[in-house]
């Protein structure tokens, strides 16, 4: 039963996330994209300090890229974050965050553009709405072994989705990888 439960979160579940990502409308995406940038713009992303001209240019930047190649859709924004510091990231939907950390520490322009590819292969391969789908299916499993909701321990809880995101995290960063890479050799 251990084995089946295990690879159930291992590779059913992912397996799974995958096939449904690909099917689902891109509305959910939306949705799910808009509901996560509201719940982290309360908590942990402020207003970016970055100039209006140098974000523009920024923005520029990437669409003239995006002209010369195919881009999925996407909706780039600048945000201050001292909790997530130089970092960027991709919400369902294609929202691409970037901070204001990361646009400073960066010494040209194609360093931030290099992450911002890197972001739109984790848009293009719906990876964040494949990952919020494997945590359903991984609550839903557990669910399921344990017979009841109240029972499931925090630690219980948080087992599958480590499991899940320590085999296919990996992956999925390849994926956006080999996505950036080819993008930036256009």
Known sequence: SVLVIFAGLRWG??????LAARTLPSGLDARIGRESLALMEKFSLNRSA??????QAL???LAAHCRRQA??????????????????MALPGGTVIVTDALVKLSRHDDEVLAVVAHELGHVQHRHSLRLALQSIGAG??????TGDIGSVTDLA???PSLLLQSGYSRDMEREAD??????LKT
């Open 13 to 18: 579940v992912p397996a799974a996330a995958h």
């Open 50 to 55: 970055l100039p209006a001209a140098r974000q």
């Open 59 to 61: 923005s520029q930047h």
């Open 71 to 88: 881009c999925p859709p996407y909706r780039l924004l600048f945000r201050d974050s001292p909790m997530f510091g130089p970092n960027a």
């Open 140 to 145: 839903a499993i557990l669910v399921a072994v």
């Open 157 to 159: 809880a948080g087992l």
């Open 178 to 183: 080999a996505y950036a890479l080819a993008w």
